[in-house]
């Protein structure tokens, strides 16, 4: 097949990195002679709300043969050049002060963009190739930076500024780009190419994660099988004092992480932060089948200046969030307790959002643009992650298929077959895809399975499946209001009381900022946004909560002292015992061969 030629010459300059200002040129050989139209994408694949990236261009105008060239604003995000034949250029200025993995981010010590926050789309030609020209920052800034990106390069060296190409537009806004200081280990996954580059952090273990991230993408291989189009895979990770996330990509994926959770030279075990570390990464390369290839039928292709509504997404984001601590433990970088311990506290997350009882999973995917993006203080009272009780819906339904299936077949099974089906990127997933692929693949009618948990509100039955692998769940209070689950409390522990609000730090005040439905704090009339001042005139903070919570019993009245906006006000709650709602999870040592047998099969894989 001929290679495309090349329609679109991109090039992005960081111009003023202490304005935080790119400068981003595209030239247009073959122009709509009628007026071409430009515009630039309202979201990012991946996360599923209207940022309306145009918000940042700070200038923009066309030229063409050396002359100014007139451009005319349709909306918000789409221009249209005057009817002309010759190449045009568009020159921007693009603010980039968003530290995310979704946008672009600029100043004196870096450089970072996402393709969908920084590049116009040439309206009618998205097809053909295009050329991105990388350039570098001021002469002042930058001696030892270096580029990464999973973009293939043209003329430009490894890790260098310069030429790089690619397939068509949509390939052209899923390799974001790193430019910086960079810390970067390499490593073969299965014979592919993988590499990290980190930012912010010089003292890791390079080695260390290296060889557990070639362990962890050998395992995600072994499921699946390598996608046809892999020839390399770059993690780029930015790390700061305290941050989580990220976004995944075709070729790669943009990650942030806690300084603390990076393990350093000499570093013994898997600790919490670690375990975190590397299941945010199996997260995000699990992304490279379910989602970024095989993908719900309305993603095919990706319409981004509008919402794209799916009920999918606890398909993509919560079987994806069920197999990335599952591969942890199944390729041996975590032991069996430490996954169940972290099973548990998703179990834990899903049985303390009682919005769970309001919204189904179904209707959580659909809705993420409006409710699940835009959370405020009530969203635990109405709204149900995708993520978390998706993942809880995947564990049931695994375990459910090797129940019906008397162990011959799995979740495993079923996502093998979609993958053959809808990984070819062209033929996305129906909304009742997985649905009809797991009643073919068990022979067994599951269509109450998916109308109780998936479309329906029901708690997902776990007590009853974890006993066939011979688990039991167990449920109590929490001990304080940093208590994540997992574990059962220790011999000197006790349980917190409980007024169901939550407070948190809005620059030196402590804010309350969750108030729980039928609660004793809704009850006395607590809001959202009230400011704390005392719990019987002693002084009340983010801080000292659970310490004051601890002086009483449960039934013992309080006067909370708070600010409601310029008001002081006291209202009087009674004192709860904290309800059972932090799970852990225990191995039956008197379990069965049989539960013996499917607890391997299961954590093994």
Known sequence: MAEKKIAHQYKIVPKDPGAHLFEVTLTVAEPDPSGQEFRIPAWIPGSYLIRDFARNLISIRAESEGC?????????????????????????EIYAYDLSVRGAHLDTTHAYFNGPSVFLAVVGQEDRACDLEICAPPAALGEHWRVATSMQAR??????????????????????????????????????????????????????????LTTLCEQHMTLLGKPADLDRYLFLLLVLPEGYGGLEHRWSTSLVCSRNDLPRRG???????????????????????????????????????????????????????????????????VTAKSYLELLAQTITRVVRAHGRFRQSVEESSFDAWTKFYKQDANSPNFIVSYYTKGALIACALDLTLRRVT?????????????????????????????????????GVDLEDFFERYVRGTADVPMDNLLLDCGIRLCMRPAMNGNDLGGKPAGDDDSAALWMGATLALRGNRSVFRRVLAGSPAERAGLA???????????????????????????????????????????????????????????????????????????LRG
């Open 267 to 333: 570093d013994k075990g898997v600790s919490n932060g670690y375990r975190k570390f590397l299941g945010l990464c199996s997260h995000e390369y699990f992304h490279l089948w379910n989602v970024t290839r095989m993908k719900p039928a309305v993603f095919t292709p990706y319409q981004l200046q509008a919402e794209t509504h799916t009920g999918l997404l606890w398909v993509f984001e919560g079987i994806t969030s069920y197999y990335d601590d599952l591969a942890l433990v199944r390729s041996g970088l």
């Open 155 to 212: 003329t430009a060296e490894e890790y260098g500024y310069g030429g790089y190409s690619v397939a068509d537009y949509a390939e052209l806004i899923d390799h974001p780009v790193e430019i910086g200081d960079l810390l970067i280990g390499e490593f073969e996954a299965d014979g592919i190419p993988h590499a990290i580059a980190v930012r912010g952090h010089d003292r890791v273990d390079m080695a260390r994660i290296c060889s557990d």
């Open 406 to 442: 008397q162990g011959e077949h799995c979740l495993d099974d079923v996502m093998r077959e979609c993958w053959r089906r809808y990984g070819d990127g062209r033929n996305g997933m129906p909304e009742r895809g997985l649905e009809s692929i797991a009643h073919e693949i068990s």
């Open 68 to 92: 100014d060239l007139g451009l005319l604003k349709l909306d918000k995000s789409r221009w249209q050049a005057d009817a002309c034949e010759a190449p045009i250029t568009i020159v921007c």
């Open 528 to 602: 959202p946004g009230d400011e704390a001042v005392a719990i019987n005139d002693l002084k009340l903070s983010k801080g000292n909560l659970d310490t004051r919570l601890s002086e009483y019993h449960a039934g013992d009245q309080i006067a909370l002292r708070i600010f409601r906006r310029d008001q002081l006000m006291s209202l009087n709650i009674v004192l709860e015992e904290a309800p059972q709602d932090t799970c852990y999870l225990v191995i039956d040592a008197d379990a069965s061969d049989v539960a013996e047998k499917s607890r391997q099969s299961w």
